[in-house]
């Protein structure tokens, strides 16, 4: 990781926990528990429960263990804890009878459910830090993707028991997407993937607490359901392509930062973005010209070791092997093609956009004093995709960028392609990295971003998209 991307990265996250501090407090009530309650009582309105022979005792187990997610003490602790709150839906549940026809068995497990939501729900808004520093159980995207700048990434994001359309996949080996090692568990439970990007929802559950230092910030504090980067060292190996030859060119584990949030001292879930593009062109450069990205595929992932990103206190070692079914899909992907330069050269190949990012490929005439900088459709600069690989190109005078959009207006993008005099008026001066480049909607003309890089452009392009 460069100085530049660990400083660009660190200045993020302090922005980001000002603003998660504003937002939240102990008397709010986390959005999926009602998020889980909905659902659930949809089902119990639909009559979608499912019927099963239930033994009363298991029955009772069963709801026993569902509450303590919750906080709840057992069994005859329970009974005398915070009466007020769970002897009186019960009470209450007991005087209902069941519609005409429908199975007691049922009915019972849907009371049963709605009494165990109604007891979360009031135990979270007695003991809400207790409630949040529980395991979470749900969709992992949806626990983590504001923190990672992926807002809208479990809407598209499928469970690996999932196809595309939604249906069951009756293939699915749930052993593919777990290893235990060592005393630590690495699993995948949600992807989604298009033709560049495959983003995988991981959690890393080990029987020891995690070291402190794994979840300190640069201040030394602990964040306990906060943002935390970690490293892992692994191999990935892809079903279409030639094994022998891959790890003939690709014989060694890299290094790559992945983010997410430390849940509980335990369990930590997070976001592995991985640039597939990226790596079929560099495997194209080494191996086969010809290679093809398809539709389906699978890929082998071996993680060897997993590392603090501030500490060497402690490394886990591994190996873990994962084994994950991936289904591309494009129907999201909007490309702009370009194809075009200036007077001195510079230009632009395309650009493109995903829900999650902008990518730009842009012309430059030579490798080395060129930058580029993508503004959104109010005149705010994106901010860069924290990447793990050098991009290898189809040609050395393409730069190939992606920018996250996340909290943006997208609707248009401005692209400048900037040369050796912004370099050296702007860029190396400092003035470019101590400058707050926000708020350029509510700036004067001539304070505005947009308005210095236009006078240091080679070339720049509004790009507007459809979507």
Known sequence: MSDFQRNEFWKRRRIERQLRSQLRTDAEIPDQVYRSAGKAYKMILDGTVRQEAIQD???RRRVQDDAELCGVPESEDRKQASPQHAALPAAQFRQKKPKHGASPILFRTACSAAAVLLVCVLANAVFPAQVRALPIVGSIFEQIQDAVGYGNLSEYAKPLTEKVDGSADPDADMQDYTDTNGGLTVSVSEVYADSEVIYLAMKLKSEEPFPKSFYLDENDTEKIDGIVAMFLYAHRNYSFIDQESWQNVNDRSREFIVEGLMVN??????????????????????????AVLPDEFTMDIEITQINSLVSMEKSYRGPWKLSISIQVDDSHREVVEVNETGGTGAGLVSVEKTPFEITTRAITPGPAGYKVVVLDAKGNKLPYVLQNENWFGESEDEMYEKWLIEGHDASSVEVFVLGKDFYENIYATGIWSSTDWEGNENKSAEEKLGTLLKAYAEYHKVIRFDS
Request: glycine residues 0%.
């Open 57 to 59: 005792h298991s029955e």
């Open 265 to 290: 001292e335990n369990t930590y879930e997070f976001l592995w973005r991985i640039d597939v593009a990226n790596e079929l062109a560099w495997y194209r450069r080494q191996v086969d010209q010809e």
